[in-house]
């Protein structure tokens, strides 16, 4: 019987499992009271559903629907003047939901927050461009890799991917190698979809090597005649070297490269 | 109205053809100013822009979805690919922040030398900046005389690891070798010719040369709290008098033992931008002399110590049969960080380079997302290259140091 794979998520998975191996956390630490990062939470206490300090960071986990007030709060009230990175991680095949994180420093404070929220497949977030500009790429490239919608977002746009590419690279649902679509994209946008039978997937892709094609391709030390048929195997022939590839004519007088530093 | 058939394709919304005075031009991705794959499309009234719009992706080659299929050790030399010109430094980053998710250090020897590459990365990409750069404004020979110091320090780089381009010269956990024989002293030597070039040759060349600043000056002025606002990192915010270097605010390695400056600039111009990195290579040789000593107080392991994430020792593996077990383990699984996600900046040739990775448990990242500093920069220049000259765009995607392999990923 073939091997069941998951569809909701194809990338590589780890071929050893131990069912009774249970992996550890990162500890996470409680804010104390009278550093920098209490004063944050104090602000943000109308909004923070949970906080805590993983590795150095403070985590704070938000509602998505208040994300544009939290971080206008956040940018305001505690000085986090910059965005560092804003991106997704899916979480379709778990729970049906994206997990947003939101990366900020503190120029004067040399600390960084991370404010994540979830939202639901197919539910759009609400920009943060009017308060940062960095997230004007950032928030396009997760719209391009996740295929997340962003409220008032001056220029959603695919940003990395071309205008026209179908799916979303970063889904865990997209295979590692592309999809159908990619794999016909070059056939479909040259010569339109009809050809797809003419040209064939033996043709698709220019940079393919068919190591039995012996009209167009050879291996070196393995050399064989021109149109031969190696599909069977062919004979294996040593290398035969060159005695004399270097030929010093002129020891004394040539210029030597002995020291380069 | 565009009129897309097989022949003329559609021209992602752009309208070439227009009514009034102003002129859409393609710049890049072929452009030998572009600094790689760059199509900036400028809407142009006069020589002057009125509306820019970078298009990136050229180069894109899917380097976090190749992450979350790859072990932790496997994607590594993948990390050479980002930002080509200092692949080292990308290499750190991400070691590091696997190295703070599994809660090890790098033991004191392979910090030195992790630190001493980083920094000999950082003087080979300014020496690159400063070339690229001068060439674009329109001095040749800049260019001749940076590529030769650069050219001496990746043969310090092939000495050490074998490499120029893509070093992979980190591994998580310490670094794969020592420092071979003789190269101390290449270093010291390295340092010298780069701060007596620097001062002498491009410092003399550019620093006071009219054309130059005549380029140069009041081009691509921005503020220090539009820097902020548009996540410039690096020498772009130093370059916009905002004091902020990671090396220095959250130290890493050694870098908090170390005494080095960090020059900020208030000019906020390209002429800041250019001081900048020349200070900084003489911080970069500064910092490198310092650790000649600290090297060789140092005791001799290179790798960290933790069998279940790292292989231990040969000489252990080969006598212990716990640690062979261990090695095989990671051999053929690859390591299993615990659960968690962590953040870790570092502060790269370019600006802040930093790694996102949510790790579920799993041989492979749950999500690895690569903050990369020119990614912003670019964004950037769809602000700061409206209203200047045409002449000037070139000056300014030079001065800001973008490089596409981090840009695209």
């Known amino acids: 019987m073939r091997k069941y794979t998951p569809k909701d998520n194809v990338q590589a998975k780890s071929y050893y499992t131990d069912r009774y191996w249970v992996a550890p956390r990162v500890p996470r630490a409680a804010v104390e009271e009278g550093t920098h990062f209490a004063d944050v939470v104090k602000t943000m206490a109308h909004f923070a559903k949970e906080s805590y300090i993983e590795i150095g960071t403070l985590v704070i986990h938000i509602d998505a629907k208040e994300n544009f007030e939290a971080i206008k709060t956040l940018k305001e009230q505690c000085g986090y003047t910059q965005c560092s990175e804003q991106s997704a991680v899916d979480y379709l095949a778990q729970d049906g939901e994206f997990e947003l994180f939101y990366q900020f420093l503190n120029v004067n404070e040399a600390k960084r927050v991370r404010i994540v929220c979830r939202i639901k497949q197919g539910e759009a977030i609400e920009s943060i461009v009017p308060l940062f500009n960095s997230a004007n790429f950032a928030e396009r490239e997760m719209f391009d890799m996740f295929g997340i919608k962003v409220n008032n977002h001056p220029f959603l746009k695919r940003i990395i991917m071309p205008d026209d590419w179908e799916g979303h690279p970063l889904l865990k649902t997209y295979p590692l190698h592309g999809d159908e679509f990619a794999s016909w994209y070059e056939v479909d946008k040259i010569f339109g979809k009809e050809y797809r039978d003419i040209i064939g997937p033996e043709n698709r892709d220019p940079a393919r090597i068919d190591r039995y094609d012996t009209k167009r391709f050879s291996r070196v030390g393995y050399e064989v005649p021109f149109g031969a048929d190696i599909s069977e195997g062919e004979k294996e022939q040593p290398i035969e070297y060159s005695e004399t590839l270097l030929v010093d004519y002129n020891k004394d007088s040539g210029k030597q490269l002995d020291h380069r530093k | ?409």
């Open chain 2, 1 to 409: 109205m565009q009129q897309p058939n097989k022949l003329t394709p559609f021209f992602e919304n752009l309208n070439f053809e227009r009514d009034d005075n102003t002129m859409v031009i393609n710049f890049g991705p072929q452009h030998p100013s572009a600094h790689g794959q760059l199509r900036l499309v400028l809407e142009l009234d006069g020589e002057q822009v009125v509306k820019a719009y970078p298009d990136i992706g050229y180069l894109h080659r899917g380097i976090e979805k190749m992450a979350e299929n790859m072990t932790y050790n496997e994607f590594l030399p993948t990390t050479d690919r980002l930002d080509y010109i200092a692949a080292t430094s990308n290499n750190y980053a991400y070691a590091l922040a696997v190295e703070k998710l599994l809660g090890i250090e790098a033991p004191r020897r392979a910090q030195v030398i992790r630190t001493m590459l980083l920094e000999i990365n950082r003087i080979i990409s300014h020496l690159f900046f400063i070339a690229t750069h001068a060439l674009d404004v329109g001095a040749m020979s800049v260019f001749l005389y940076a590529f030769r110091e650069r050219e001496f320090g990746m043969d310090l780089m092939e000495d050490y690891c074998g490499a120029r381009l893509t070093h992979s010269a980190v591994r998580i956990g310490g670094v794969p070798l020592d420092l071979p024989e003789g190269f101390i002293e290449n270093l010291i030597a390295w340092c010298d010719k780069v701060d007596h070039e620097v001062k002498n040759t491009y410092e003399a060349l550019l620093t006071e040369n009219r054309i130059w600043k005549m380029r140069l000056e009041d081009v691509g002025v921005i503020s220090g709290e539009d820097a902020l606002n548009w996540g410039c990192t690096g020498p772009m915010l130093r370059g916009s008098n905002v004091k902020y270097d990671i090396r220095k605010e959250e130290p890493y390695e050694l870098y908090g033992e170390l005494d080095f400056d960090i020059p900020v600039s208030d000019r906020c111009d390209s002429y800041g931008r250019y001081m900048l990195y020349m200070q900084e290579i003489y911080q970069s040789t500064r910092i490198l002399r310092q650790l000649v000593p600290m090297y060789k107080e140092s005791s001799p392991e290179l790798m960290a110590h933790a069998p279940q994430y790292i292989s231990a020792p040969k000489e252990e593996i080969m006598t212990q049969n716990y640690a062979l077990m261990q090695h095989f383990v990671l051999v053929t699984q690859g390591m299993r960080p615990p659960k968690g996600e962590v953040y870790v900046p570092t502060e790269s040739p370019k600006g802040e380079l930093g790694f996102y990775i949510k790790s579920e448990g799993e041989p492979y990242a749950y999500r690895l997302k690569c903050r990369a500093p020119s990614f912003f920069h670019t964004g950037l220049l769809q602000d700061i290259l409206v209203g200047t000259y045409i002449a000037d765009v070139v000056t300014i995607i030079g001065s800001t140091n973008i490089v596409f392999g981090e840009v695209d990923r």
